[in-house]
């Protein structure tokens, strides 16, 4: 969304009928000039410029985000920064630097320099930054429209998106764990940060470099996965690939049986001759969402000698969001040419992304060379296919390859891959010391199998037995910061330990961090016996009862469970004749020890967790003995160490 944003400040919906077929006639203007300009050789060719934009997530104290992003530019002051969706992230972006020679060094530097400049402006305004694909703290609170970037384009996309889609929207996705949730806006979108990479190509062979880069897209996602965990839910390897299609389709429900392409996308079918293929099937599946002032005439600027900027073409593109982006752009007066690759998250260190980089950069360039026509090789569906699986299992896909055999992707990566990619980076002229550095990281990646996705998957596991989910997502975020500061690659990374969330008081900030969410509930019409076994064996104090569609009707204690057996045996009861219906109950958002304040007025040892009028936790004595504990703990070993 960054280079849009930037390059066009003034934005609209474009919603009533002049204004849409004014900004479709430029559109069309802009497609036309460009089919000029590759016949006339306006392009740039013979530069193998490359970029990269960075997206972090600004976060807390308490390791949550933190809606930090206007006051972050402010004190940058700095171009290279602009803003994102949400007011809890932050692009950084570099200047392009030629692949050749110390290319890729040239950008790590400047990398780790805009990634330590923000950390330490975050540091003076109390919070931090962290590159992961998707913040384990972040919960469906952070979402609200309150938290988007008060931007006109962003405002404006989502007017439009929720129109297209006739009403909420709604998220489902399955892996490991399952989350389905709906929600208002697009902010959905905002739980996204990636790393994305720009390669210019010649407009000449553009066609055979972008099927080459759709191909590519699997086993690239199978080694750079680092997103696993959504709302405390184990899903996908790469579960930003899911979520964004998902929070920015424009589809209604009600036209589902149709057969149209989601907003973000793989795409529909191989290029077979030049980039205005992409931007036409663009044109003509997508609405436009947002309009500007046009005031650019590109014919005629083409008549005067001058490049036109193609304002309407770059900002449809900017809403239209395919894995492999083709991107137009005028540097020093003239136009070139881009793929931008944008499936790579953020993280988990600015080592591994660029490492992730270098080994596109060097397959796009020896398959170029050596592979005559890989559309011949290999079926469109398959290489989507590939790429979905990979985001879905990481290095555990399997893969159709060019030649039909079905390879592991680890084997893949390491046996074929990786050399090619070293033939692909010396032919463009890479230092030798970098080829050999940044391949390595891969290399040993794929070789111990510890992806960003891996390590995060093998610390929550790890943390569940001896911590609750909110501490094992602060404890994830945190050992990712300090890693990040010690500038090593993920396959050289500790599982994250309890301990390096720095337990402190203001981390027990809310009820979420401590209530149960697995619950066992029981219907009205449940005899007491049944609710009577339930608490033995799932060894539970307390049973919710709840009607179809999950509102909370009552609570049952031990105790009325124990009178109600004493009396008949609870045959002749329900669950309905025993349960409790004046309830306190909480949200998420309860400060614990509100929580806390709350039971002991009360004498109550079990609060329900409510959210949107819907049970989403339980809160008992127990899991407030459990905090009261470590708070203690914490007080000695400060005494003892003071």
């Known amino acids: 969304m960054a280079e849009t944003t930037r390059a066009h400040k003034e934005v609209e919906t474009v919603r009533d009928g002049q204004a849409h077929r004014e900004f479709m006639r430029a559109l069309l203007t802009d497609v036309r000039a460009l089919e000029r300009m590759l016949a006339e050789g306006t392009f740039e060719s013979g530069q193998r410029r490359i970029g990269a ?8 104290r308490a390791w949550s985000p933190a809606r930090g992003a206007v006051a972050m530019l402010e004190k940058l002051e700095d171009p290279h920064y602009t803003t994102e969706l949400g007011q809890f992230q932050l692009e950084a972006n570099c200047d392009p630097q030629r692949l050749h020679g110390d290319g890729l060094a040239q950008m790590h530097a400047q990398l780790d320099a805009l990634v330590a400049k923000a950390r330490g402006a975050a540091d003076s305004l109390g919070m931090d930054v962290v590159l992961m694909g998707i913040l384990p703290t972040l919960r469906k609170a952070d979402l609200g429209l309150d938290a988007m970037v008060p931007s006109p384009r962003y405002i404006a996309m989502n007017k439009m998106v929720t129109e297209l889609r006739g009403g909420r929207f709604e998220l489902s996705i399955k892996g490991l764990d399952e989350l389905i949730i709906d929600h208002d806006s697009v902010m959905l979108e905002a739980c996204n940060s990636s790393f994305q990479v720009h390669l210019q190509v010649d407009p000449g062979d553009f066609a055979r470099r972008y099927n080459i880069a759709q191909v590519l897209l699997g086993p690239l996602m199978s080694v750079s996965a680092n997103s696993p965990l959504v709302f405390g839910r184990r899903l996908w390897a790469e579960t930003r690939i899911a979520l964004f299609r998902q929070a920015v389709d424009t589809r209604s429900h009600t036209h589902h049986i149709r057969e149209t392409e989601a907003r973000v996308s793989f795409g529909t079918r191989w290029v077979k001759e030049s980039v205005a293929e992409i931007f036409k099937e663009d044109i003509s599946r997508f609405r436009a969402l947002v309009g500007t ?19 309407a073409l770059r900002l449809h593109n900017g809403t239209i969001y395919r894995w492999n982006r083709a991107c137009f752009g005028v540097t020093d007066g003239r136009a070139h040419l881009r793929i931008e690759n944008r499936i790579m998250p953020s993280g ?29 090789l290999i079926d469109f569906d398959v290489a989507g296919s590939n790429f979905y699986t990979a985001a879905r299992e990481g290095l555990g896909a399997s893969f159709t390859w060019l030649d039909g055999e079905e390879v592991p992707a680890r084997n893949l990566v390491l046996d074929r891959l990786l050399p090619m990619a070293e033939a692909g980076l010396r032919r463009e002229g890479v230092n030798d010391d970098l080829v050999a550095k940044y391949l390595s990281v891969v290399d040993a990646r794929a070789r111990t199998s510890r992806t960003g996705a891996r390590w995060v998957f093998s610390s929550w596991n790890a943390l569940r037995e001896k911590a609750s989910p909110g501490e094992a997502a602060n404890a994830i975020v945190a050992a990712t910061v300090q890693r990040q500061r010690e500038g090593l690659p993920v396959s050289q990374w500790e599982r994250a330990e309890i301990h390096e969330a720095q337990t402190a008081r203001h981390h027990y900030l809310r009820v979420e961090q401590y209530m149960k969410t697995d619950l066992f509930t029981v219907q009205v019409d449940d005899p007491v016996e049944m609710v009577a076994n339930l608490m033995v064996w799932e060894r539970i104090r307390y049973v919710p009862v709840e009607d179809k569609d999950h509102r909370l009707l009552g609570l049952i204690s031990y105790r009325a469970v124990l009178r109600a057996l004493a009396d008949d045996g609870g045959r002749s009861r329900g669950a309905g004749q025993v349960m409790r219906t004046e309830l306190l109950t909480v949200s998420p958002e309860t400060p614990t020890v509100e929580a806390i304040r709350l039971m002991r007025r009360h004498k109550v040892g079990c609060l329900p967790v409510m959210q949107d009028g819907r049970l989403v936790g339980i809160m008992t004595d127990d899991d407030l003995m459990e905090i009261a504990t470590k708070l203690l703990e914490e007080r000695l070993s400060e005494e003892s160490s003071g």
Do not use: C
Not at 352 to 359: C, G, V
């Open 348 to 376: 988990p260190s600015v080592l591994d992304q660029i490492a992730n980089a270098a080994f596109w950069f060097g397959l796009m360039a020896e398959m170029n060379a050596t592979v005559e026509d890989v559309t011949r």
């Open 53 to 60: 934009e960075q997206e972090m997530f600004l976060i807390d």
């Open 293 to 311: 002032d046009l005031d650019e005439d590109p014919m005629a600027m083409l008549d005067r000698g001058e490049v036109p900027k193609l304002k």
